[in-house]
């Protein structure tokens, strides 16, 4: 069983900044890809962004693209995802999720975290 912990999350002003962090205490990135979802009160989850352990390969939702990257720090065991120029439309309890794939379907992902609350006032 992975477990995976976010971090990061909080209250930021539109335009701000923020970066979330997903780690797990365990060596089991190796052979998965790590996503980042999030959800709005009575909305799906969405698909946000992700990367491969391996490689590095990012894959990041056109709706964030240019504001938002991810990345990872293989010694720490962890990915970040930067969000920059934060509008209230980012508002969402975001997640990580492990999976085995480079994808942004989340019935891909085999593991995920509780989530870290994102609120962006203006």
């Known amino acids: 069983q992975v477990q995976l912990v976010e971090s990061g999350g909080g209250s930021v002003q539109a335009g701000g900044s923020l970066r979330l962090s997903c780690t797990t205490s365990?060596?089991?990135?190796?052979?998965?890809?790590v996503g980042w979802f999030r959800r709005t009160p009575g909305n799906e989850r969405e698909f946000v962004a992700a990367?491969?352990?391996?490689?590095?390969?990012?894959y990041v939702s056109y709706f964030v693209q240019g504001r938002f990257t991810i990345s990872r720090d293989i010694a720490k065991n962890t990915v970040y995802l930067q969000m920059n120029n934060l509008g209230q439309q980012d508002t969402a309890l975001y997640y990580c999720?492990?999976?085995?794939?480079?994808?942004?379907?989340?019935?891909?992902?085999?593991?995920w975290g509780q989530g870290t609350q994102v609120t962006v006032s203006s």
């Open positions: 365990e060596r089991t990135f190796t052979t998965y890809s």
């Open positions: 990367i491969t352990w391996r490689t590095g390969t990012p």
């Open positions: 999720a492990a999976g085995t794939e480079l994808t942004h379907n989340d019935y891909s992902y085999l593991y």
